[in-house]
């Protein structure tokens, strides 16, 4: 029986031949699809359209309602007609089915463009488009030059979007042909696999590399949560510790770990917590009064959608602003949440600054990424820089006692992400149940606030977004009252 590939197969058997067996035979095992991997897909049809504006005036070959046969058929005969550039051409070689980006006759042939919503070339890309050749090849095309073409991160958008400058495009050529002698082979390969029984394939670094595979919860199933892969920091690594037989935690020796890895592991065996009450209280101590716990949401397209922004550029659209004035003084709130569409950052950036003063202790945590926003509305808004500098020399972090290891509990697992220090030392606090749980569920919220079209659901959107920034800071704000009284 012919096995018949396709591209997208074609690039899941070289990542792992398992994942690409259970997707022949048993899709039903593959995971749900979470917002935040429906967003890259959409992000990656989103780019690809934009990207035909390079070649304007093309054919698109559609494929709703119609067979891989029928859009093969509808290429040829484009080509007969002497179109110049047909967009998502249909093509099959060798039992592999592949439609391309962008096929455009140039003055010596041929001209493959495979579109990415990356901002670089990557390997896996070069594999993509050494299997489009192939069948391109074998189908009778005459290719002469083949190219990734991907975002360009250095450009800044100045009114509407010039599409000639927001893309890249990287000639391949060459690279493509010299695997031309890997492709036949990797296909008669993947075809073997298919025709017998599922590989004996164990979990290994592939399930997440290059693309985060859709069975990794069938393939993972046997990973219990205390596992050796709740290993942080360096020292032991997780697969090697697995591929020894070491499963669970508990099954580590002492002796293989070092370090905060030896901490992590002695605090879980024992099941306590370490505290370095001196470096604590140093850390306390470069806090003062008035107080102010700050917290920002951001998003990130592809194609920046205002002015004076990059591709992947982050845009604050939120912030949560706890805030005590002195000492034992009662604890007051400020919020910001931009409209939907709109570009937030002057409307924020004047609002965060009448809310807190000059001389205010400013505390984030992991304040490295709230810093980095801050210098990008400060070169965004030249009249805002000062004021701006002013609380980014104000700020401190919170997450510094928990990074150097100065606080530790066994049940924060060798993370100190504030995710895992909130449920612990402030039990009362949860954000268990949440709408919006955690930043990328925020990230995807925003986008769906911003393509809804019903008022009532924005608004829904709204309070769930509003209700999980409020408790970033307010958790901060708990966790600073647990290090005092632990001190």
């Given at each position: 029986m012919r096995l018949n590939l396709s591209k997208s197969l074609f690039i899941r058997g070289l990542q792992c031949h398992k994942s690409l067996y259970l997707d022949r035979y048993h899709p039903e095992l593959k995971g749900t699809v979470s917002e935040a991997q429906q967003r890259i897909f959409d992000t990656g049809s989103d780019v690809g359209l934009l990207a035909q504006g390079l070649f304007p005036g093309g054919v698109e070959i559609v494929y709703e309602g119609f067979t891989p046969t029928e859009q093969i058929a509808m290429t040829a005969a484009e080509i007969r007609k002497g179109t110049v550039t047909i967009y998502e051409a249909a093509f099959e070689h060798d039992g592999v089915f592949m439609k391309a980006d962008i096929l455009h006759k140039g003055k010596g042939g041929w001209e493959l463009y495979e579109v990415k919503a990356t901002t670089e070339v990557k390997d896996v890309h070069v594999n993509d488009v050494a299997l489009q050749y192939y069948v391109l090849t074998g189908a009778g095309v005459n290719v002469a030059r083949a190219h990734l073409v991907h975002l360009n991160n250095q450009y800044v958008r100045n009114g509407a979007i010039e599409v000639d400058k927001l893309f890249l495009s990287k000639d391949i050529t060459e690279a493509v042909r010299d695997r031309q002698t890997i492709v036949p082979s990797e296909i008669a390969r993947m075809r073997e696999i298919l025709s017998v029984d599922i590989p004996a394939i164990d979990i290994g670094k592939y399930c997440d590399n290059p693309y985060s595979c859709d069975f990794h919860d069938h393939c993972w199933?046997?990973?219990?949560?205390?596992?050796?892969?709740?290993?942080?920091?360096?020292?032991?690594?997780?697969?090697?510790?697995?591929?020894?037989?070491?499963?669970?935690?508990?099954?580590?020796?002492?002796?293989?770990?070092?370090?905060?890895?030896?901490?992590?592991?002695?605090?879980?065996?024992?099941?306590?917590?370490?505290?370095?009450?001196?470096?604590?209280?140093?850390?306390?101590?470069?806090?003062?009064?008035?107080?102010?716990?700050?917290?920002?949401?951001?998003?990130?397209?592809?194609?920046?959608?205002?002015?004076?922004?990059?591709?992947?550029?982050?845009?604050?659209?939120?912030?949560?602003?706890?805030?005590?004035?002195?000492?034992?003084?009662?604890?007051?709130?400020?919020?910001?949440?931009?409209?939907?569409?709109?570009?937030?950052?002057?409307?924020?950036?004047?609002?965060?600054?009448?809310?807190?003063?000059?001389n205010a202790c400013i505390v984030a945590y992991n304040a490295a990424f709230e810093m980095g926003r801050l210098r990008e509305l400060a070169a965004f808004l030249p009249k805002f820089s000062m004021a701006i500098q002013t609380r980014i020399d104000n700020i401190r972090d919170l997450m510094i006692p928990f990074k150097k290891n100065h606080i530790y509990h066994w049940q924060m697992m060798g993370s100190y992400s504030q995710k895992a220090v909130l449920p612990v030392l402030v039990p009362d606090l949860s954000y268990k149940g949440m709408e919006v749980a955690n930043g990328g569920m925020a990230m995807d919220a925003y986008a769906r606030m911003c393509s809804c079209n019903d008022p009532g659901e924005v608004e829904n959107i709204r309070t769930a977004l509003l209700e999980y920034c409020k408790l970033d800071t307010l958790g901060m704000v708990r966790i600073l009252e647990r290090l005092r009284e632990m001190a």
């Open positions: 199933q046997h990973i219990p949560e205390e596992s050796v892969f709740r290993l942080k920091q360096r020292g032991a690594r997780p697969f090697e510790l697995y591929n020894q037989g070491l499963l669970h935690l508990k099954d580590v020796p002492l002796e293989m770990v070092s370090g905060s890895q030896l901490m992590q592991l002695q605090a879980f065996l024992g099941k306590k917590e370490f505290i370095n009450t001196e470096e604590v209280r140093s850390f306390l101590d470069t806090l003062w009064y008035p107080l102010y716990f700050l917290d920002f949401e951001t998003f990130n397209p592809a194609v920046p959608p205002f002015d004076g922004m990059r591709p992947y550029q982050q845009v604050t659209f939120q912030y949560s602003l706890h805030y005590i004035e002195r000492e034992g003084g009662e604890l007051f709130h400020h919020e910001y949440l931009a409209d939907p569409n709109i570009d937030p950052r002057t409307a924020l950036a004047n609002k965060l600054l009448e809310e807190i003063p000059e």
